[in-house]
């Protein structure tokens, strides 16, 4: 179950200090991943987390600044100002009961302003993490032994994939073994989009995914994630 079924009195119990909020998309993932890949990627790394760290689970944001994949369809998007309300928002009213940190963990790359909000919320007092960075993913896939870099495998190839199989294979089609698609050289992507340098909406190799993988990697986010939580407790 991604979404928590817990109780007003459950989490009374709990008494955590610190909620988990998914956030992801509602984009094309080329023919083989669903629209709702990065929220299910998002809403299963967030479910693992809270659970391992006894953590406030909250349901995902499910639509996002999906803006580059404009002309897929099925593809909607939000303005990067109502994503912002929409965080912003939530971490306030997390305050007003009594759950003063937030960490914010994000399954697709366009939502930018993320950084900018996390930014400003810490410059302000309040304490927010986002997760995984970069860095935490490029330490996971060492840990999982998966191929393809980020730069390699930036959307719908092996990571994602193998993710899906692990977790949701139902939601995998068979193929994922034949899209393999590389584009190095993505520096227009912001003004062109996804539909000109991908027209199959894949960068990156889904024939490498595996669920062996995927659970790997799913392992090594929760590991990954103990050294941001610190940071969060050190400000207690």
């Given at each position: 179950?991604?979404?928590?079924?817990a109780?007003?009195?459950d989490?009374a119990?709990?008494?955590a200090?610190?909620a988990?909020?998914p956030?992801?998309s509602?984009?094309?993932?080329g023919?083989h991943?669903?629209?709702?890949?990065?929220?299910l990627?998002?809403?299963t790394?967030?479910h693992?987390?809270?659970t391992?760290y006894r953590l406030?689970?909250?349901?995902p944001?499910?639509?996002?600044c999906s803006?580059?994949?404009?002309?897929f369809?099925?593809?909607?998007?939000?303005?990067?100002?109502?994503l912002?309300a929409?965080?912003?928002?939530?971490?306030?009213s997390?305050r007003?009961?009594?759950v003063?940190?937030l960490?914010?963990v994000?399954?697709h790359?366009g939502?930018?302003?993320l950084s900018?909000?996390v930014?400003?919320?810490?410059?302000?007092g309040t304490?927010?993490?986002?997760f995984?960075?970069?860095?935490?993913?490029?330490?996971?896939?060492r840990?999982a032994?998966?191929t393809t870099?980020?730069?390699?495998d930036?959307?719908?190839?092996e990571a994602?994939?193998?993710?899906l199989l692990a977790?949701?294979?139902?939601?995998v089609?068979?193929?994922y073994?034949?899209a393999?698609?590389?584009v190095?050289?993505?520096?227009h992507?912001l003004?062109i989009g996804m539909?000109?340098l991908?027209?199959?909406?894949?960068?990156g190799r889904p024939?490498?995914a595996?669920a062996?993988?995927?659970?790997?990697l799913?392992?090594?986010?929760?590991?990954?994630?103990?050294?941001?939580?610190?940071l969060?407790?050190?400000?207690?």
């Amino acid at each position: 179950m991604l979404i928590s079924t817990a109780t007003s009195t459950d989490e009374a119990t709990r008494s955590a200090k610190v909620a988990v909020l998914p956030v992801g998309s509602f984009e094309q993932h080329g023919s083989h991943l669903p629209l709702s890949t990065d929220t299910l990627i998002a809403a299963t790394i967030a479910h693992r987390i809270a659970t391992d760290y006894r953590l406030l689970l909250l349901p995902p944001v499910t639509i996002s600044c999906s803006h580059e994949h404009s002309g897929f369809a099925g593809t909607v998007s939000i303005s990067a100002s109502t994503l912002n309300a929409i965080v912003t928002d939530i971490a306030a009213s997390l305050r007003q009961g009594g759950v003063p940190r937030l960490a914010i963990v994000n399954a697709h790359g366009g939502n930018y302003v993320l950084s900018n909000v996390v930014q400003q919320a810490n410059v302000c007092g309040t304490s927010t993490i986002l997760f995984p960075r970069s860095d935490d993913w490029s330490d996971a896939r060492r840990r999982a032994g998966v191929t393809t870099n980020n730069h390699e495998d930036m959307h719908a190839g092996e990571a994602e994939t193998s993710i899906l199989l692990a977790a949701h294979p139902e939601s995998v089609r068979p193929e994922y073994r034949d899209a393999d698609n590389s584009v190095d050289d993505r520096r227009h992507l912001l003004t062109i989009g996804m539909s000109t340098l991908a027209p199959d909406g894949v960068i990156g190799r889904p024939s490498l995914a595996s669920a062996e993988k995927g659970k790997a990697l799913l392992d090594a986010f929760s590991e990954l994630f103990a050294s941001h939580l610190e940071l969060l407790k050190d400000l207690e």
